[in-house]
């Protein structure tokens, strides 16, 4: 595949969700590494690519400095000597401070969408599987240590996570469509528009990021399974439930 010297090394190109090319301190060529996570994760993008080990490096600093001190008193700098790297390193590998922020929040949904996956993935009854999702999703989700950002720092993430948030809802989007064609594979029956339902059911699960609060009991599992059985399932399986 050709190269994109547009783009900057370890950055996804915008209409795409891919992550980072392979490790390129030996040159700028596209050496593409697959993603092998859990199925049915596993082969659901074809241009998904794992970050290399100095993009991750870059983003674990990313994460702690921003974790740490906010968004706007994080500066490249800082990353940089958080994460072991030149300052030049930073800018090799992600253009800008926007563009690597982009990233962090395109890689952090890679990661909850794989635990949700692995969770998922012990579950054989369809129901069950939606239920298990849900409530893993709102878990992590409430307790990942970025979400506290759209209350100190939303002027800048909000526009990540909306007009700029193609990546992450495309992510989300196919990992959703590709649980609800396993469901139709084992027997259950859809009652809409399998890429249309995912859709839907991906924008709901941003809205728990853009508005956390909320009238659903979000602290009592036993509650919000229930109510994903009552709402979320019928929603996908129709009112049987299967």
């Excluded at 890689?107 to 939606?130: G, M, N, Q, W, Y």
């Amino acid at each position: 595949m050709p190269s994109r010297p547009d783009r900057p090394a370890g950055v996804p190109g915008a209409a795409t969700i891919s992550s980072v090319h392979a490790d390129r301190t030996q040159g700028m060529g596209e050496d593409r590494k697959p993603v092998n996570d859990t199925p049915p994760l596993a082969g659901l993008i074809d241009q998904y690519e794992e970050f290399d080990h100095v993009a991750e490096q870059i983003l674990d600093g990313t994460r702690a400095e921003i974790t740490e001190h906010g968004l706007r008193r994080t500066s490249i700098d800082a990353i940089a000597r958080r994460a072991g790297v030149g300052r030049a390193t930073v800018f090799r590998r992600f253009g800008n401070r926007d563009v690597l922020f982009s990233a962090l929040i395109a890689r952090e949904a890679r990661r909850l969408i794989a635990t949700v996956d692995s969770e998922v993935a012990t579950r054989t009854d369809p129901e069950d599987r939606i239920v298990t999702g849900f409530l893993t999703f709102v878990r992590h989700l409430r307790a990942h240590p970025l979400a506290r950002l759209l209350v100190t720092d939303s002027d800048e993430v909000l526009p990540k996570l909306t007009i700029d948030g193609d990546a992450p809802m495309a992510m989300g989007r196919q990992f959703i469509a590709e649980q609800i064609r396993r469901a139709r594979a084992d027997g259950a029956t859809i009652i809409a528009d399998v890429d249309e339902l995912a859709e839907l059911l991906a924008r709901l699960a941003l809205s728990f990021v853009l508005t956390p609060n909320s009238v659903l009991p979000l602290d009592d599992p036993d509650r919000l399974a229930e109510t994903a059985r009552t709402t979320i399932v019928p929603l996908i399986l129709g009112s049987s439930g299967h």
